[in-house]
């Protein structure tokens, strides 16, 4: 079975632009959350998604945005990009309440 | 506030050593305890989970305790390697809706 699965790899986008990032859960997963991590700190939850409807936001702001589709993949958005939004940004899949796993992450440079 | 502290914040050890990384939590209501493992640019793997009731469990050379009374939890690394130099991240699961608190992490450089 594949895990997690988070596109794409790395990304490089100047200031103001827009981004779109992906991720597929573990078959049967219902559950996707999306975290930001920024160099050398612990990853901070920004949103959770479950059977399509958001159940939890972090405390990010408006320009960030998240859906989850009919098959439980997902994706992220980010709207005029600022240099502070560089990080590791990290997807990661849940049977209910249990485990989560994570995907490998999509390095989002702000330049 | 829900936080999750964890000390040290970094850690040199000689290939072979023993060590342990602690955490404590002010995370409510608990719902478990999870300790990962992060290679540097990668997503975290999950080391052990572990709920209330549960004071020790063991992942091979990794072991991690719980003391829910005190709300502290330890990383055990028994005979490291250098594949074990990482960060190793404490995250505590809130309450019905299980989300995740994360700690800043311990980085941890095994040396030969």
């Known amino acids: 079975d594949a895990g997690v699965t988070q596109s794409p790899t790395h990304l490089i986008k100047t200031r103001g632009q827009h981004v779109t990032l992906r991720c597929s859960p573990i078959s049967g997963h219902k559950s996707v959350s999306w975290y930001q991590q920024v160099l050398g700190q612990g990853p901070q939850f920004i949103f959770q998604?479950?059977?399509?409807?958001?159940?939890g936001r972090g405390n990010f702001p408006d320009r960030f945005s998240a859906r989850q589709f009919p098959n439980y993949s997902s994706e992220l958005n980010v709207n005029a990009l600022l240099l502070g939004d560089s990080a590791l940004y990290l997807c990661?899949?849940?049977?209910?309440?249990?485990?989560?796993?994570f995907g490998q992450g999509t390095r989002l440079t702000v330049v | 506030k829900n936080q999750v502290e964890q000390s040290p914040q970094s850690l040199i050890i000689l290939e072979g050593k023993n060590c342990t990384l602690q955490c404590n939590y002010t995370v409510s209501p608990f719902s478990n305890l999870r300790w990962y493992k992060q290679d540097t640019g990668r997503g975290p793997v999950s080391l052990t989970i572990m709920t209330f009731s549960e004071n020790t469990k063991s992942n091979g050379r990794y072991t991690a305790t719980l003391d829910a009374d005190t709300k502290q939890s330890s990383l055990h690394i028994t005979a490291s390697q250098l594949s074990d130099s990482a960060s190793y991240i404490c995250?505590?699961?809130?309450?019905?809706?299980?989300?995740?608190?994360f700690g800043k992490g311990t980085k941890l450089s095994v040396k030969p």
């Open positions: 995250v505590v699961s809130r309450g019905s809706q299980g989300n995740l608190i």
């Open positions: 990661a899949s849940s049977y209910r309440r249990t485990e989560a796993f």
């Open positions: 998604y479950y059977e399509k409807e958001e159940r």
